[in-house]
């Protein structure tokens, strides 16, 4: 592909590199949001494009914006203020929406979603070949680049589904790259072993299901679903002691659990829900701050006698962010994750409509419902991970300033 300039260039390698390094690279991706963020006021200070946001933009940046200054506000309602800096360095990221948005609407005639589809395809199959080694090579839970599995299998599942997006590109090598990303993020997620996220890969699966164009099921792709699955079975068969330990493991302790015993996983999952609930009631407006997150659910922990485990979350993003800032942290987090969907809906219909809301749905929807056992944001590769597609999401809707003839943004060698 040829580019108008450096800077169209580097927006391009910039869309694929977020899509392709989560799962194998991990924080790296974190590492470029913050990197993409500053060049951004750099470039801006220098006038080398323009600052312009869409009314759809303006409510991302708004959104994320109260989202930082909820929790940051409730912070101060708390104990222990000397450490709210150590603890909330983390929202930073949310705020690159304000200059990296207008830096990528800066050269829009890329097309953002096929690329970021096409590195999230390459990136489910390295997380696929990474987990595989793991797994087969050193008797491992798959962790990817993450150097978490839990975080390891949603970003799978999110690659997964954003590799779907190009099911109905005309080119058929790009179809069949998708199949293999659909493919290889799925089975990544069954190498993380990790349940809450292997149960909402089911409706994720569903929804690709939806949105797959059966005219573009080509024989060709055919062929390339059926090779897949050979692979697929074959991945399984090496990794089947782990899988098979796992659910031996599950069935254990829901036993524990049904018998009023606690088990390592889901009972202490159970004791951190009780105990935040407990937590929220305590401060249910304006919660504890999230400096105080764990400390307190620590404290109602001890009144069971049984010992208590080192957390930084209470593997309930709502229940979390809930005992962090009550219902005003909880109801800007729910707004974190349904205002793009809905600025994707509300979005001019171009061409790119359909991929765009399914990109915003699917993402949203790992995010939020992985969210209810598993961690979600306050985790610096899912934090920059949403970001990034939220951005994409809203650098990708039609600008109808420029679209009616008003003059475009003129970027210059970056």
Same mark, same amino acid.
């Given at each position: $592909? ?60 708004? +959104? ?149 164009? @059966? !005219? ?54 159970? @004791? ?21 997150? $764990? ?25 979390? =962010? ?50 209810? +056992? !598993?961690? $979600? =944001? ?6 920059? =991970?949403?970001?990034?597609? +939220? ?11 420029? @679209? ?11």
């Amino acid at each position: $592909m040829t580019y108008k300039n450096a800077f169209e260039r580097n927006n391009a390698i910039s869309v694929f590199l977020m899509g392709a390094l989560p799962a194998v690279a991990g924080s790296a991706i974190s590492v470029m949001l913050v990197s993409f963020m500053v060049w951004a006021v750099i470039s801006l200070a220098f006038r080398r494009f323009e600052f312009h946001l869409t009314p759809g933009d303006r409510l991302v940046a708004w +959104t994320f914006t109260a989202f930082v200054g909820l929790v940051l506000a409730t912070a101060l309602f708390g104990e222990n203020l000397e450490q709210i800096p150590w603890h909330t360095l983390w929202l930073l990221p949310f705020l690159s929406v304000w200059v990296v948005i207008p830096r990528l609407r800066a050269t829009p005639d890329l097309d953002y979603l096929h690329i970021f589809a096409v590195g999230a395809a390459v990136g489910a199959v390295g997380a696929l070949i990474i987990g595989l080694v793991q797994v087969v090579g050193f008797d491992q839970r798959a962790e990817g680049g993450a150097g978490n599995a839990a975080v390891f299998g949603i970003i799978s599942l999110c690659l997964a589904a954003i590799a779907s997006l190009n099911l109905d590109d005309p080119r058929r090598n790009d179809r069949m790259l998708a199949v293999a990303g659909i493919v290889a993020g799925l089975l990544a997620v069954v190498l993380s072993l990790t349940r809450g996220v292997a149960i909402v890969a089911i409706g994720v699966l569903i929804v690709i299901v939806i949105y797959a164009p @059966r !005219q573009r099921l080509t024989n060709a792709t055919r062929v390339a679903w059926l090779g897949l699955a050979v692979a697929v079975a074959a991945a399984l068969y090496g990794a089947a002691d782990l899988i098979a330990d796992r659910l031996l493991l599950t069935v254990e302790e829901l036993n524990s659990v049904v018998s009023g015993e606690n088990s390592a996983n889901i009972g202490e999952r159970l @004791r951190l829900w009780i105990a935040g609930w407990s937590a929220i009631g305590e401060s249910p407006l304006w919660g504890h701050g999230i400096q105080n997150r $764990m400390a307190k659910v620590s404290e109602l922990l001890l009144r069971d006698g049984l010992p208590v485990q080192h957390y930084s979350h209470a593997h309930n993003a709502f229940i979390t =962010f809930a005992i962090d800032g009550g219902i005003v942290v909880l109801g800007a987090v729910i707004a974190v994750l349904i205002v793009p969907v809905f600025v994707a809906w509300r979005a001019p219909r171009d061409i790119r409509h359909r991929k765009r809301f399914f990109l915003a749905l699917q993402v949203s929807l790992i995010f939020g419902l992985c969210g209810l +056992t !598993q961690i $979600m =944001f306050k985790h610096d590769i899912m934090d920059a =991970f949403y970001i990034f597609s +939220t951005i994409l999401v809203a650098a990708s809707i039609t600008d109808i300033r420029a @679209r009616d003839g008003a003059k475009a943004p003129m970027p210059s060698e970056d």
